[in-house]
């Protein structure tokens, strides 16, 4: 390791210059002569991550009479993560710069209150469930520098000097009306409304020069109808039609960084707001349930990564987008403890609005897969062996908003088997897995809009994993 003339990070593996600002991607041509050297940088900035978490909850439902009844929920949880990543020490060097090392603590709750009532329409059966959901989070967000000692000589994969410190708290209350009517014993009519607020505030504890307060707030509020409609012509046959409205506001992870590489959140992403349509069939085929869906989504002010430097992604909106596809899927079990599972899926998922020089009307919605499939046959009693086998297929996903490149299409298989057995309330299990079975070379996953053409994660070959576990019932 060493630092060049230019003060950046340059790092040399088996003779191949190993230089970038996320060096855990790859660019297409190390990617395409050894799609595993992310072993190798991963070892080189001792990369690595823990987690820790706790949460609870409870549920009380009671019945005030034969028609109405009561159901209240509570839970409780905290998350603390502490990621060391490969971001290389020139990049940590500017003042707005939050360092190379992501220490999170997180702690979030909320509660549902429904009440629901069992009513009748001219003799026929109405449901109306009326609730208020509430959820919230606060998070300790701090960022340090993932090396110790001087720039020019520094000791990679230690928790360094303090680079951002902040509170930022979410929260959503969302009132709610459910209906559902059995209008005739073959129609059925389903609606529902919720109004939304999603509410986030920062306060930023990190205040230096060159990295000044950032704190900030912004709410947003949207009234969300669904409908739906179901026929059953027969007792193994259902159609419906339904449409709903999505509000996606961003996460507190997409409000994290800002696209200009300045410090603070960056609280000028707007909600994205879906209109959703589907079309869809459920029958029983062959000794299970074949459903049959196509769907189109349409999306305002869609969000989508800006790009992707010093392993950190940033998010804005891409006007507005649209999603056609079909889903098919059929599982079914025989010959006693025997089950088999086929689904296929095809997408066509596109901007339809051109907002920059990259994102045209057209072009693909990076990190989309046109076909994805999968299928599994499986041996599963209740006691004794169990034993599977299963494939999985992905079609090709574009990596940046231009369409410039993809991720080639794969197919995986894994095996897996096991034993169980029963003594009286508690079951046992033992369990092993292999992944990957034939060792193919492929993108796992892809860094989308990659500021420095390293799109390509590579994922693991053959791979391993055994257990044993055990639960006892109440």
Do not use: C
């Amino acid at each position: 390791m060493q630092l060049d003339d230019a003060s950046r990070l340059t790092i040399v593996a088996n003779g191949v210059d190993l230089t970038a600002q996320d060096p855990l991607g790859l660019t297409r041509s190390q990617f395409e002569s050894n799609p595993r050297t992310a072993a190798i940088q991963a070892k080189t900035f001792n990369t690595r991550k823990t987690i820790q978490q706790t949460q609870g909850g409870l549920v009380y439902e009671r019945d005030i009479d034969a028609n109405h009844s009561l159901r209240a929920m509570l839970y409780y949880g905290q998350r603390n993560t502490v990621q060391y990543q490969a971001i290389p020490v020139a990049a940590q060097q500017p003042p707005g710069s939050a360092g190379g090392m992501i220490d999170l603590a997180r702690s979030y709750g909320g509660a549902d209150l429904r009440w629901t009532s069992r009513l009748s329409v001219a003799d026929r059966p109405l449901t109306l469930i009326a609730g208020l959901s509430y959820d919230s989070m606060v998070e300790q967000r701090k960022g340090y520098e993932n090396y110790t000692g001087s720039s020019g000589a520094p000791t990679l994969g230690e928790r360094g000097n303090l680079r951002r410190n902040e509170t930022n708290r979410v929260y959503n209350l969302d009132p709610y009306l459910q209906m559902s009517l059995q209008a005739s014993p073959q129609w059925a009519v389903d609606a529902g409304l919720r109004y939304s607020t999603v509410s986030f505030d920062s306060s930023d504890h990190y205040i230096v020069s060159g990295n000044p307060d950032d704190s900030g707030n912004l709410r947003y509020r949207k009234a969300l109808p669904v409908a739906a409609l179901r026929y059953t012509p027969a007792k193994n046959t259902m159609l419906y039609a339904s449409y709903g409205r999505g509000f996606e506001t961003p996460t507190l992870n997409e409000l994290s960084y800002r696209p200009d590489a300045q410090p603070g959140m960056n609280f000028g992403l707007d909600p994205a707001l879906s209109d959703n349509f589907e079309l869809g069939a459920k029958k029983e085929v062959a000794g299970g349930l074949l459903t049959v869906a196509i769907f189109r989504s349409d999306t305002q002010d869609e969000i989508v990564p800006a790009t992707s430097l010093g392993g950190r992604t940033s998010y804005r909106n891409a006007g507005r987008t649209r999603r056609d596809g079909v889903e098919l899927g059929w599982n079914a079990r025989f010959a006693g403890d025997a089950r088999v599972q086929l689904s296929y899926s095809w997408l066509d998922a596109r901007y339809r609005e051109s907002v920059s020089d990259a994102i045209r009307a057209g072009h693909r919605i990076p990190g989309t897969a046109r076909q994805a499939a999968y299928a599994t046959v499986a041996w599963e009693p209740r006691e004794g062996w169990q034993a599977g086998i299963e494939g999985r297929y992905l079609g090709s996903v574009a990596i940046n908003d231009a369409n410039s490149d993809a991720a080639p299409a794969y197919f995986v298989a894994a095996l897996s088997a096991g034993y169980v057995w029963r003594a009286g309330s508690w079951q046992g299990r033992v369990y092993a897995r292999a992944d990957n079975l034939f060792d193919r070379r492929y993108a796992g996953s892809i860094i989308v809009n990659e500021g420095n053409g390293r799109y390509f994660e590579p994922a693991p070959g053959r791979n391993w994993s055994a257990g044993i576990g055990a639960t006892y019932t109440f």
